[in-house]
C-alpha cells in the first residue's frame, strides 16, 4: 500500500500538479519572440523560446524549483528551419535558445521558484529593450505587482541607445543600454571596490531607468525596491 501511495504521488506530481503555471502575454503592436533561459541544472522550458503575435498569449509550466529569466526578442526572421536573428536579444542564430541567454540590452523578467517562497524580479541590470512586468495571481504573501509599461527608449541618454539598423524600423532606438555595460566602469557595474551595497549607489543613469520601471532592478544592489515574495501563485508576464 505505502508503494501504491508513493506511486500515486509521483504520478501526481509527474502530472503537473505541484507546477507554476507563467501566462506570457504581448500587448505590444508588433511581434515579439520571449527566450526563456533556466538556471544552472533546471529543465529548459518550451526549448527556451516562443513566438508570440500582438494580443496573443501562452501558458508554460515550470516544474517545482525552476528557476531562470524570461526576455522579449523583437525585430526577428526565422526561416523554415527555425534559424535566423532578432534586433535584440538575440540568442544565437535561432528561434529556441534551449540553453543560451539574449544579447543585451535586454529586460529581463527572473524567477527563483520555491524557496521556500517564489522570488522574482524584473531586472534593467542587462539593460531594457520593451517593457516587461509580473503579475502574480492566487499566492499567499506580499505578491506584488511588478509594473513596467513605459517605453524606457523614449527617455534613453543618446550614449546608451541602441538603434536598429535595418528593417521596417531602421534606425529608431529599439533598446537602451545600462550603463555597466555601456561603460564598464566599476561604479556602473558595483564591481571591485564598489562591490559593496554601502559603496555602490544608484548613478545619475541608473535614476533615469528607476524613474521610468521604479519595481523593476536599475542597477545591481537595488534590491530592497525590485526584488519581490510570493508563494503558491501562477504569474502573468506581460510584453509591453
Ligand atoms: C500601438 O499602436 C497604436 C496606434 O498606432 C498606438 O497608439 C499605441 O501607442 C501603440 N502601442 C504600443 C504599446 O506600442
Ligand atoms: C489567451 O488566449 C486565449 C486564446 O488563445 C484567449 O481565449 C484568452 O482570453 C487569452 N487570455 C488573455 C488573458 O489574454
Ligand atoms: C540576420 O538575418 C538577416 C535577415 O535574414 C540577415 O540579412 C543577416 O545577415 C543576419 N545577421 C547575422 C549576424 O546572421
Ligand atoms: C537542446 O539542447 C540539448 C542539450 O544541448 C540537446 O540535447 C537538445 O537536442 C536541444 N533541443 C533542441 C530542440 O534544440
Ligand atoms: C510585505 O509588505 C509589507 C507592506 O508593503 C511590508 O511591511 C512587509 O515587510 C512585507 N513582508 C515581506 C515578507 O516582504
Ligand atoms: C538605415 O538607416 C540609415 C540611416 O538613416 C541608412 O544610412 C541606412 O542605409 C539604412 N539601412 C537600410 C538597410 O535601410
Ligand atoms: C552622468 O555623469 C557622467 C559623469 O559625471 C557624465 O559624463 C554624464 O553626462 C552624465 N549623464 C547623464 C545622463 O546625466
Not at 501504491?4 to 504581448?26: C, E, P, Q, Y
Not at 544579447?103 to 531586472?123: C, H, I, K, Q, R
Amino acid at each position: 500500500m505505502a508503494f501504491l501511495h508513493t506511486f500515486i504521488v509521483l504520478f501526481l506530481s509527474a502530472l503537473g500538479s505541484d507546477a507554476t503555471v507563467f501566462r506570457l502575454k504581448n500587448n505590444c503592436n508588433e511581434t515579439i519572440w520571449p527566450g526563456i533561459l533556466s538556471g544552472s541544472g533546471k529543465p529548459q522550458l518550451n526549448n527556451g523560446g516562443l513566438k508570440l503575435n500582438p494580443k496573443e498569449n501562452a501558458t508554460i509550466k515550470a516544474p517545482k524549483g525552476w528557476s531562470g529569466r524570461i526576455w522579449p526578442r523583437t525585430g526577428c526572421t526565422f526561416d523554415a528551419q527555425h534559424r535566423g536573428n532578432c534586433t535584440t536579444g538575440d540568442c544565437g542564430l535561432r528561434e529556441q535558445c534551449n540553453g543560451t541567454g539574449g544579447e543585451p540590452p535586454v529586460s529581463l523578467a527572473e524567477f527563483t521558484l520555491d524557496s521556500p517562497m517564489d522570488f522574482y524580479d524584473v531586472s534593467l541590470v542587462d539593460g531594457f529593450n520593451i517593457p516587461v512586468s509580473i503579475i502574480p495571481s492566487g499566492g499567499k504573501g506580499n505578491c506584488s505587482e511588478v509594473k513596467c509599461v513605459n517605453d524606457l527608449n523614449l527617455h534613453c541618454p543618446v550614449e546608451l541607445q541602441v538603434r536598429s539598423s535595418n528593417g521596417r524600423r531602421n534606425n529608431t532606438i529599439v533598446a537602451c543600454k545600462n550603463p555597466c555595460i555601456a561603460f564598464r566602469k566599476p561604479e556602473y557595474c558595483c564591481s571591485g571596490a564598489f562591490n559593496n551595497p554601502n559603496i555602490c549607489k544608484p548613478s545619475n543613469y541608473s535614476i533615469v531607468f528607476k524613474r521610468s520601471c521604479p519595481r523593476a532592478y536599475s542597477y545591481p544592489y537595488d534590491d530592497l525596491t525590485s526584488t519581490f515574495t510570493c508563494k503558491g501563485a501562477n504569474y502573468d508576464i506581460l510584453f509591453c
